[in-house]
């Protein structure tokens, strides 16, 4: 394979000429075989170069310049992109060629197939991962552990069941001799504030004199309790 570089060797424009030399010392620095077209002199090499640019490369006018670099009929690029493929050492891979064996693109080259190796392996790896993880486990083994925290649980629930009727016992106990006390409580009461009427009655004004005069006819009443 050839690569073409199509240049115009009487161009007036420095900034052409520069690319073009550039373009050029690079290759001969890499050591690769190239042909130089000249468009400035032989029109068919201007017309194949416009014809075989693609149409979105070409400027706005549709009129591409100088340098314009093919590897035979194919298109590689222009000025532009072959700064872009120097600058990220794939100069080979931009033209087309196989780097040789040793430069700094043919051992990136094997750093990227290097980890895309690895990859593969890895993803390899885990998928026998998955399929070992997704081997099916007997139901037995899989709901053993649930079902003995079911049984814990029944269990649990049972004991708690048994244990209720004796906090209901003891709590109906409790109301009982609460309530036992608050009778024992409204009889003494009752009892109170009956021998209070007694004697309320009793100290009333048609009981006084007999009292005061013969206190043994009422037990209940003594002297000092009248006022």
Same mark, same amino acid.
Request: charged share 35%.
């Given at each position: 394979?050839?690569?073409?570089?199509?240049?115009?060797?009487?161009?007036?424009?420095?900034?052409?000429?520069?690319?073009?030399?550039?373009?050029?010392?690079?290759?001969?620095?890499?050591?690769?075989?190239?042909?130089?077209?000249?468009?400035?002199?032989?029109?068919?090499?201007?017309?194949?170069?416009?014809?075989?640019?693609?149409?979105?490369?070409?400027?706005?006018?549709?009129?591409?310049?100088?340098?314009?670099?093919?590897?035979?009929?194919?298109?590689?690029?222009?000025?532009?992109?072959?700064?872009?493929?120097?600058?990220?050492?794939?100069?080979?891979?931009?033209?087309?060629?196989?780097?040789?064996?040793?430069?700094? $693109? #043919?051992?990136?080259? !094997? +750093? %990227?197939?290097?980890?895309?190796?690895?990859?593969?392996?890895? @993803? *390899?790896?885990? =998928? &026998?991962?998955?399929?070992?993880?997704?081997?099916?486990?007997?139901?037995?083994?899989?709901?053993?552990?649930?079902?003995?925290?079911?049984?814990?649980?029944?269990?649990?629930?049972?004991?708690?069941?048994?244990?209720?009727?004796?906090?209901? $016992? #003891?709590?109906?106990? !409790? +109301? %009982?001799?609460?309530?036992?006390?608050?009778?024992?409580?409204? @009889? *003494?009461?009752? =009892? &109170?504030?009956?021998?209070?009427?007694?004697?309320?009655?009793?100290?009333?004004?048609?009981?006084?004199?007999?009292?005061?005069?013969?206190?043994?006819?009422?037990?209940?009443?003594?002297?000092?309790?009248?006022?």
């Amino acid at each position: 394979m050839v690569i073409k570089v199509f240049l115009a060797s009487s161009s007036g424009s420095t900034a052409i000429k520069k690319k073009q030399q550039d373009v050029v010392a690079f290759l001969e620095a890499l050591k690769v075989d190239y042909a130089q077209l000249d468009i400035a002199c032989n029109e068919e090499n201007r017309m194949w170069m416009r014809q075989n640019v693609p149409e979105e490369k070409k400027p706005s006018n549709g009129i591409p310049l100088p340098p314009q670099i093919f590897n035979e009929e194919s298109y590689c690029g222009d000025y532009e992109t072959f700064f872009d493929a120097k600058e990220d050492n794939s100069v080979f891979s931009f033209l087309g060629l196989a780097p040789p064996p040793g430069s700094k $693109e #043919a051992m990136q080259a !094997d +750093e %990227e197939q290097h980890m895309v190796e690895n990859g593969t392996h890895a @993803e *390899e790896t885990n =998928e &026998e991962g998955t399929r070992r993880d997704s081997i099916e486990v007997p139901e037995e083994d899989r709901n053993g552990d649930a079902h003995e925290e079911q049984e814990e649980a029944a269990e649990g629930a049972e004991e708690d069941e048994v244990a209720e009727p004796e906090g209901n $016992e #003891a709590t109906e106990g !409790d +109301e %009982e001799a609460e309530e036992t006390g608050h009778a024992e409580e409204d @009889e *003494e009461q009752d =009892e &109170e504030e009956l021998r209070q009427l007694e004697v309320d009655q009793l100290l009333s004004s048609d009981f006084i004199w007999m009292v005061f005069h013969f206190p043994s006819l009422h037990p209940f009443v003594s002297r000092s309790d009248i006022p």
